[in-house]
């Protein structure tokens, strides 16, 4: 079955530490997306990526960075300079052809929670 | 600046009801997409309907239906005879152009309530 899947679905991180969260997709879409979710309010963008190797920062980049070295992954490392990084992160994808609005499809999310 | 507002924070109804939940938008352009997508307790964000600003006819599918009407720059969805499955987190998207890119600016969602 083709989908987004993100990994873990929990995790949990001391203060002062970089965490790794997974993202990966089998529906050959050349186009990936993070966002953050806090309780009761609607998605940020972190990054996105059109293509391999290459990525942009969204709204709230500052405290996270992310790699795009093959078609089927776009990790995102929340470092220690995020200062509040509990939140809800949610990956997806799309086609991703330049110059249209695409659907973005998303995997399950990642909760992650600073100690 | 492009903006989306879904005004209703929460909506409670009891099952068998009818519920339409609001979205307004903002936008200087002529060309724009919007969306909804569902959010249940689980999390995962599932897309429900994406429709140009071309495209005016309301579009009905089963239980679900959405009104789209670009004099009032409103985007409204609609359930019919709600069921608890329904209980969930709603979101209303625009797109945006980001130079050749398009990126979607979200409403800040509504939290549907069905009760049995």
């Keep these: 079955d083709g989908g987004i899947t993100q990994s873990p679905k929990y995790l949990f991180r001391k203060e002062g530490q970089n965490v790794t969260l997974s993202c990966e997709q089998n529906l050959n879409h050349d186009a990936m997306y993070w966002y953050r979710q806090d309780p009761g309010q609607g998605l940020r963008l972190i990054y996105y990526s059109q293509i391999v190797n290459d990525f942009q920062k969204g709204d709230i980049a500052e405290g996270y960075s992310v790699s795009r070295e093959k078609k089927e992954s776009f990790p995102l490392t929340v470092t220690s300079a995020q200062k509040n990084p509990t939140a809800f992160y949610l990956c997806a994808s799309s086609i991703g052809l330049a110059g249209r609005t695409d659907t973005q499809y998303f995997g399950p999310g990642t909760r992650l929670t600073v100690l | ?116």
């Design chain 2, 1 to 116: 600046a492009q903006k989306v507002t879904q005004a209703q924070t929460e909506i409670s109804v009891v099952e068998k009801e009818d519920v339409t939940l609001d979205c307004v938008y903002e936008t200087r352009d002529t060309t724009y997409y919007l969306f909804w997508y569902k959010q249940p307790p689980s999390g995962e964000l599932v897309f429900l309907i994406r429709r140009n600003s071309f495209d005016e006819q309301n579009e009905i599918s089963g239980r679900y239906s959405w009104n789209f009407q670009k004099s009032t720059s409103s985007f409204n969805f609609t359930i019919t005879a709600s069921q608890v499955v329904d209980s969930a987190v709603y979101f209303c998207a625009l797109s945006e152009a980001w130079g050749s890119n398009y990126q979607l600016i979200w409403g800040a969602g509504t939290k549907l309530i069905i009760k049995p």
